[in-house]
């Protein structure tokens, strides 16, 4: 089953603007990871948080993270046409023993970035 | 340094039939995982294997069974193919030994299933 929820399922936007994705996820974590993936391919890790994180950055990317609320954003600046993609949060919970780097994947968001 | 390689790319079988889907993970890496991502959808874990062992399991029926060799590669065989089978099937890799490397996993290409 699905972690949460995605928001929105689909964002389109020109180049030069920015785009802001939310993942909303039910059960507590130890860090939340963002992904994307071109045209139903391969997944390309993007950035990690950690649960006692509130704020990181990583070039144009920008994600924040709410315990309380469960929910986290991803922030891109200034698009390209080539950010042109699906972007999927993960959440893991290493819950001990054997429960190593199982990701629990959100719907994803369809981001489409107009030249 | 080669990253995660799947074979084969894509595959089409019929309902009934039986498919085996291979994965060699990043160098220097001994974990893998397995998710199915259905059309449309995210993907969802199958099962991880660590040191030749299913170490955790989704909710996946029986009918998905896995294999990690010596040399860390892997192999997810779906038996009694479905329709719903039908998806794009990733394996993923990480380091499980040390720190916090097993944080990070590693997708590969994919291999999408076709059942008709």
């Known amino acids: 089953s699905q972690q949460g929820e995605e928001d929105p399922q689909a964002l389109s936007i020109q180049e030069g603007e920015n785009a802001t994705m939310n993942c909303s996820y039910k059960?507590?974590?130890?860090?939340l990871q963002w992904y994307r993936q071109n045209s139903g391919r391969g997944l390309v890790h993007l950035i990690l948080?950690?649960?006692?994180?509130r704020e990181k950055h990583s070039g144009r990317l920008r994600v924040t993270l709410d315990t309380s609320k469960k929910s986290s954003s991803l922030l891109i600046t200034a698009s390209r046409a080539a950010d042109t993609a699906s972007y999927f949060c993960?959440?893991?919970?290493?819950?001990?023993?054997?429960?190593?780097?199982?990701?629990?994947f959100g719907q994803g968001t369809i981001l489409t970035v107009h030249p | 340094d080669a990253g995660v390689t799947q074979s084969p790319t894509h595959l089409i079988k019929t309902r009934g039939q039986q498919v085996t889907l291979r994965c060699s993970p990043k160098?220097?890496?001994?974990?893998v995982s397995w998710y199915q991502q259905a059309l449309g959808q995210g993907p969802q874990f199958i099962f991880q294997?660590?040191?030749?062992?299913?170490?955790q399991r989704g909710n996946f029926p029986d009918r998905f069974s896995g294999h990690q060799f010596p040399n860390y590669s892997s192999e997810l065989n779906v038996n009694a193919l479905l329709l719903g089978d039908s998806a794009l099937y990733l394996c993923?890799?990480?380091?499980?030994?040390?720190?916090?490397?097993?944080?990070?996993?590693?997708f590969g290409p994919g291999t999408r299933l076709l059942v008709l």
């Open positions: 948080i950690r649960s006692n994180e």
């Open positions: 993923a890799s990480s380091y499980r030994k040390t720190g916090r490397a097993w944080e990070t996993q590693y």
């Open positions: 059960t507590s974590i130890n860090n």
């Open positions: 160098s220097g890496h001994d974990t």
């Open positions: 993960a959440t893991a919970l290493f819950a001990g023993g054997t429960s190593y780097g199982k990701l629990t």
């Open positions: 294997y660590y040191e030749e062992e299913e170490r």
